[in-house]
């Protein structure tokens, strides 16, 4: 198993990738994030765990330490889902 660190980015990575291709309205890639819409469609933990080949336990767990600092995280009837992606330039 990789050290925390490098699951945290692996899973922010697959989770910025797929909530950005997840979007139907806009594309955060170009359009400015004050401007993204506040309905995004969330990624579920489980799509992110076959993106990047963990174990959903591991994704979840990461998940919890990248809650509002890279994104905003959701829970729901077992289920957690990155709701929006943190731009880099959000202050902590």
Same mark, same amino acid.
């Given at each position: 198993m990789p050290a925390d660190d490098t699951v945290d980015d692996m899973v922010a990575e697959a989770a910025l990738q797929l909530?950005? &291709?997840a979007q139907t309205?806009?594309?955060p890639?170009? #359009?400015d994030s004050s401007e993204w819409p506040a309905t995004a469609v969330p990624v579920r933990d489980a799509d992110i &765990?076959?993106?990047t080949r963990l174990e959903v336990e591991d #994704?979840?767990?990461s998940l919890g330490r990248l809650d509002g600092v890279k994104v905003v995280v959701g829970r729901e009837a077992?289920?957690?889902s990155v709701?929006?992606?943190l731009p880099e330039d959000?202050?902590?």
């Open positions: 909530w950005a &291709a309205d806009f594309d890639f170009e #359009v &765990a076959v993106d #994704v979840r767990a077992g289920t957690v709701l929006r992606v959000t202050p902590l």
